[in-house]
């Protein structure tokens, strides 16, 4: 069967044309498609490698931001609960210091009602006492206006120093 | 699966006509040959023989020829195109010569003379074959030519695809155009065919993969092309590439490949000597296989589609009403396989560099792989 029987011519030339175009392609297709091939792969590793860690870092950066958020926060809880006090504080102080000082001026308001009371009174006491002996020297003069009502009244005093 | 059954039917169909056909076919090989070179039988010449016009397909041949014009009283015009003939023999030298010196095989030249398409040395002027004249035929034949245009038509395409990665295309872009179309069997010969064989030493052997994958897979689409010759259906061809991959898998052997062909391990004595020329043969067989598989999945696909055309002829000589009614048969078949077959030409080129990879990841005997096997 010349159908299963290799020529020779065929078989040279065949052997020929695969070296040749082996090396052919091995130099001036193969190497630089594998190498794009192989760079470009390189680089998409390399970008998905990236954003990977792109993606850490912001997870990292986020969380560290909640922190410092949560410790702002904290600080805010602090210094409002600083200043309430604070305010508390002052308060209190202030209605201690107007109730001191509202003590006072009512204790000097009442020294002052009680002097001026005393002064009052002593005024009253003072004009009581020259009304009575205007009035007492009036009834006198009424009374011890006649001779025998001046010896009557002598007597009536001696009378009673008599007894003594 | 009704559907299915459905589909059934046509390949029974097919697979038992060619059965049938290709029983028929040896058989009138066989007879072809009978009749003496120089008795032409007219009767014989005019019946059509679709074994002989089969084998003349898918035959290697030292001109293309493209039709023939039946002349009268037996004077056909072919219509061909001569191919240059190289001839070299020890006695007579070197000779280059066009093929159509021969006039078909009606005259000889330089004293040779075309036989069935094999050149025969004789005795200078007359037809006589000469016994004492040796000639090694390094003509340029169809098969040859067509091999070269396909492997330049290869050769323009990768490179052309290399120019583009050269100039930054398809390295940080997408690629674009043949190039996309040469990037995915690339990969798909590097991810799927060398990695997993090979491993970690997939590097090494990946030009000579790649090229092995798009050597056979050029030459079995354009061996497709309607008119053109069945080169990768060659048994040289094909002999070629097989020691090719004989080399490489002897080349990247080591101790370990070996001590597992002459003192396979594991076993008593008398069953290692048993293994022995089983191994050893086993070396030679692997790529002998390949050879063969490459080969006659090929010739099969063109002949199987020649046998549908021939069915034409078969029946136009028995009625014209059958041929004419059984040409649209005929055709749905042929064209059926033909797409068949443009599958083939992936599948092969694809079979021939895996399994080479798979006998040369054997070779390196990789450790994954040894493991794997006990």
Request: charged share 20%; hydrophobic share 50%; aromatic share 10%.
């Amino acid at each position: 069967m010349s159908l299963l029987t290799p020529g020779l011519g065929f078989f040279f030339w065949t052997l020929i044309a695969f070296i040749v175009v082996f090396l052919l392609l091995k130099k001036f297709a193969w190497k630089p498609i594998l190498k794009s091939l192989n760079e470009r792969e390189k680089n998409i590793a390399d970008s998905i490698a990236s954003a990977e860690r792109v993606k850490a870092e912001m997870a990292q950066m986020q969380s560290e931001n909640e922190a410092l958020l949560a410790k702002a926060r904290e600080e805010r809880g602090q210094l409002l609960k600083e200043a309430r006090e604070m305010k508390d504080k002052m308060i209190a102080q202030a209605k201690d210091e107007a109730k001191a000082e509202a003590n006072k001026i009512i204790l000097d308001a009442q020294a002052a009602i009680n002097a001026q009371k005393m002064a009052a009174v002593i005024d009253v006491k003072n004009q009581v006492g020259k009304l009575v002996i205007e009035v007492a020297e009036k009834i006198l003069r009424k009374e011890l206006a006649g001779k025998e009502a001046q010896e009557a009244q002598i007597k009536g005093l001696v009378d009673e120093i008599k007894l003594n | 699966m009704r559907l299915g059954r459905l589909k059934c039917l046509p390949v029974l169909a097919f697979g038992l006509l060619s059965l049938f056909f290709s029983s028929t076919l040896f058989a009138q090989h066989g007879e072809g040959h009978e009749p003496a070179p120089g008795g032409h039988d007219v009767k014989e010449e005019a019946k059509f023989n679709p074994g002989k016009e089969m084998l003349d397909h898918v035959a290697d041949a030292h001109e293309f020829h493209f039709f023939t014009l039946k002349g009268e009283n037996g004077h056909d015009t072919h219509v061909t195109l001569p191919l240059p003939v190289i001839l070299y023999s020890p006695e007579r030298g070197l000779d280059v010569f066009m093929s159509s010196n021969f006039q078909h095989g009606h005259e000889s030249y330089k004293g040779y003379k075309l036989v069935d398409h094999h050149i025969i040395p004789v005795k200078e002027g007359t037809m006589e074959i000469d016994e004492n004249v040796k000639v090694y035929d390094f003509s340029l034949t169809k098969n040859v030519v067509q091999m070269f245009l396909a492997l330049i038509v290869l050769v323009l395409i990768l490179t052309s695809a290399a120019k583009k990665y050269i100039a930054g295309q398809g390295r940080t872009s997408a690629p674009k155009g043949m190039q996309n179309a040469v990037e995915s069997v690339v990969m798909f010969v590097r991810d799927d065919i060398a990695k997993p064989n090979l491993s970690h030493k997939y590097k090494k052997y990946l030009p000579y993969l790649l090229t092995l994958f798009f050597f056979i897979l050029i030459n079995n689409i354009f061996g497709l092309l309607p008119g053109s010759a069945n080169v990768t259906g060659n048994i040289a061809f094909t002999a070629v590439l097989g020691i090719i991959s004989l080399i490489a898998i002897l080349l990247s052997t080591n101790k370990h490949f070996w001590g597992h062909v002459f003192w396979f391990p594991g076993v008593p004595v008398p069953v290692k000597l048993m293994m022995l020329p089983v191994e050893l043969l086993g070396v030679f067989s692997k790529p002998f296989a390949l050879i063969v598989r490459l080969f006659a999945n090929m010739t099969a696909g063109h002949i199987i589609i020649l046998s549908f055309v021939s069915l034409i002829f078969i029946f136009t000589e028995m009625t014209k009403v059958a041929g004419i009614a059984f040409t649209p048969v005929s055709v749905a078949f042929a064209v059926f396989i033909y797409v068949i077959e443009i599958l083939v030409a992936f599948i092969q080129a694809f079979i021939f560099t895996n399994l080479t990879a798979v006998f040369i990841g054997q070779a390196i005997g990789d450790h994954h792989y040894e493991e794997a096997n006990h």
